[in-house]
């Protein structure tokens, strides 16, 4: 009997040991959810701590003008019941407008993860004069990976704010209007949903979608299958804000491709010094290539000093440089992404989110 009540007693402490650590939201209470962040960075605050998962069951967790909720533990899994469904609110005071102060949430931590979510950021971008800079996700971290996360603004909706990170994004979708993904660092872009809401409300001017500041890393921002819908204006792919931007379009869907402005890119930048702005293998809804044979741009800052003619069109072997290993190195985000994904469905399920 003392031998099995032993057996029994190790039984359990070994599951104790092996069950993954988890924090259950509670439905529609934001309190709930802003207190399992904190748990979660408290428990993680060290760099090889053991993921932990955050799960929110679908719901509608409204955060009004609280801003920068910081995510500063590390391996830390964010996961929704579903994209559609678990949606994470704020709406900034336009008086605080500004890309620095009005994220929903900002990141600091290493190896983090985001599934199935919404991030929507309210503040009232159409009354808020010539800015209207309302973040969704301002990630300072390094190697975090965003599967099926939706991000609802208008400008600078997703910011890389980390000059050296290396990050990775699949099957998501971005709204905006201006600069909505911008910033720095090694970003790439899978399978994504990129969507150019209205300039202005009554649809006229144009948007921008990247603002890339490359400085410290090779690569910049890669999007490759992504696809363009557009609401009503016409657009740029991008940009340069500042230092050496890079910007690549692999196999791109444009839904609209009337609504692409003929020179593709901006020739106006805003500082830099070097631009490298690319595309290959555009494609229209039908999935037919409508990828220029040369496409000649003459950037210019915007002074319109400093003129600079570049071809924008990448060459089949150029294009076939980009691969995942050669952008992240030793980092395999899209194997990482299916290990974590394996074990959030097993857990949703456990807690009945499935």
């Known amino acids: ?66 801003a920068l909720t910081r995510i500063s533990g590390h391996n830390v899994a964010v996961v929704g ?48 004069g010539e800015d209207g800079r309302g973040v969704c996700l301002q990630d300072k971290g390094h190697r975090t990976i965003c599967n099926r996360v939706r991000m609802l603004s208008y400008q600078d909706t997703y910011y890389s704010d980390n000059e050296q990170c290396q990050h990775y994004m699949q099957d998501s979708e971005i709204h905006g209007t201006i600069d909505f993904i911008c910033g720095a660092g090694d970003v790439w872009f899978e399978r994504c949903r990129i969507v150019t809401e209205r300039r202005h409300l009554d649809g006229t001017g144009r948007t921008i979608i990247t603002a890339p500041r490359t400085s410290k890393t090779p690569w910049g921002y890669v999007f490759r299958y992504c696809t363009i819908e557009n609401d009503a204006s016409v657009f740029h792919y991008g940009r340069a804000w500042h230092t050496n931007p890079r910007n690549v379009w692999l196999y791109t869907t444009l839904l609209a491709p009337d609504k692409l402005l003929p020179q593709r890119f901006d020739p106006q ?86």
């Open 1 to 66: 009997m003392k031998r099995l009540t032993l057996l029994t007693a190790c039984l359990l402490l070994t599951i104790l040991v092996l069950a993954q650590p988890v924090i259950v939201v509670k439905r529609n209470d934001a309190q709930s959810l802003l207190d399992a962040i904190r748990e979660a960075n408290e428990r993680n605050a060290a760099v090889d701590a053991e993921r932990l998962y955050i799960l929110i069951p679908d719901g509608y967790y409204d955060l009004g003008q609280t």
């Open 81 to 128: 019941q579903s994209m559609q469904g678990t949606v994470i609110r704020n709406a900034p005071d336009v008086k605080n407008e500004s890309i620095s102060k009005t994220a929903v949430f900002q990141n600091r931590g290493t190896c983090n993860y985001l599934q199935d979510l919404t991030l929507k950021n309210e503040l009232d971008y159409y009354h808020a």
């Open 269 to 354: 930048g805003m500082k830099p010094s070097v631009i490298y702005f690319k595309e290959f293998g555009t494609m229209d809804a039908a999935g037919r290539d409508i990828t220029p044979r040369s496409n000649k741009v003459t950037f210019t800052l915007r002074d319109n000093s400093n003129a600079c003619e570049l071809e924008t069109i990448l060459t089949k072997e150029e294009a076939q440089q980009y691969t995942l290993e050669r952008v992240f190195g030793d980092w395999q985000p899209a194997e990482q992404l299916k290990r974590i994904e394996k074990t959030a469905t097993k857990l949703k399920k456990e807690h009945q989110l499935n």
